[in-house]
């Protein structure tokens, strides 16, 4: 197994993938498991855990007894978290308060977690009971960000490192990342006609980005560079998974245009051809990050987890879309 692996849990809310994130950034190796190990619904799981996915066991157990890196990072939990417990050296509990959980629930744009007040109430009394592992760490993870991920560093024994000097090149940068924004058929047609600049006139108050935020009944956020979605975007038509393309082709360019940038729509169609096939544990990392190196003619190490989050955010992506509604994939 790798030398030393540490586990980053937490609830809802706690800021696991924002820790993920800044690891990455740090140049560790990190690994969400909400994309890259998430399985379907444990029919065993306690109904009140709120977190009835599982971890794949193949997959959780190739990366946690691998002998590299000599530092993991996993950040995320599962109803089936306890039976990979003694691969890890330590275990770190992200803990926040009811206020910020109520503010981080309500403003986060990656999921829609918690938003419901029955969904949000419970997972409100599961902060107060706080269940964790054995001899997990408390981390008060309202503080900054850059302060949990030094007290994270600290604990495990591991240098902070300068975010700056060692983010990968395929880390997201700006407003080059991606979104998905679920709405109907019919709000496409407001979408095309709403203006492309945010520098409006006397009266015009809405642009291309409001009406899409207002049209949309969900949104996923993907985490890295836009080259990266668009990278494996290619790579699965490459495999017969064509998101490319749809009967909205035209409205795509249009969109495109109107946005200044990649815009993508996905329909039914794309749901009921390719969902299943949409599964991270399908998937080989270092066959993804050798294509990723071979297509873009440079060294992306680390890359394959990012290209695995990408896979789940494509899957996410299309899980909503029923007849009536599509997706736009806005990248950049």
């Not at 729509?265 to 969902?275: A, K, N, Q």
């Amino acid at each position: 197994m790798a030398k030393r692996n540490y586990l980053v849990e937490g609830l809802s809310g706690a800021g696991k993938s924002s820790v993920y994130e800044e690891l990455i950034r740090r140049g560790y190796k990190a690994i969400s498991t909400d994309r890259a190990w998430k399985v379907s619904v444990d029919p065993d799981a306690d109904p009140a855990s709120l977190t009835p996915s599982v971890w794949d066991e193949q997959r959780a157990l190739r990366e946690l007894e691998n002998t590299e890196p000599d530092v993991l990072f996993v950040c995320g939990s599962s109803s089936n978290r306890d039976r990979f417990l003694r691969h890890f050296t330590q275990i770190f509990n992200l803990r926040i308060d009811d206020d910020t959980m109520r503010q981080r629930l309500r403003d986060r744009t990656s999921n829609d977690t918690g938003k419901h007040p029955d969904e949000l109430a419970r997972i409100l009394a599961l902060n107060r009971k706080d269940r964790k592992p054995h001899g997990a760490i408390d981390l008060d993870a309202t503080q900054p960000l850059n302060k949990v991920v030094d007290e994270v560093l600290r604990t495990a024994g591991c240098e902070p490192r300068n975010s700056e000097s060692r983010q990968p090149p395929w880390f997201k940068s700006g407003t080059d990342a991606g979104h998905s924004f679920a709405l109907s058929v019919s709000a496409l047609s407001h979408l095309q006609a709403a203006p492309a600049s945010r520098n409006l006139g006397v009266g015009q108050t809405s642009d291309f980005h409001d009406v899409l935020g207002r049209e949309s009944t969900s949104v996923v956020a993907f985490s890295w560079s836009g080259l990266v979605l668009t990278t494996l975007l290619r790579y699965l038509d490459g495999k017969g998974v064509d998101l490319l393309h749809s009967d909205h082709d035209q409205i795509a360019s249009n969109l495109s245009h109107v946005a200044q940038a990649s815009v993508f729509v996905l329909t039914s169609d794309h749901r009921e051809r390719y969902l299943a096939e949409l599964d991270p544990v399908r998937f080989d990392g270092p066959l993804l990050r050798r294509y990723y190196e071979e297509f873009n003619e440079k060294p992306a190490e680390g890359v394959e987890y990012a290209l695995l989050d990408g896979i789940a955010f494509l899957r996410d992506a299309l899980t909503p879309l029923e007849s009536s509604a599509v997706a736009v994939l806005v990248i950049g």
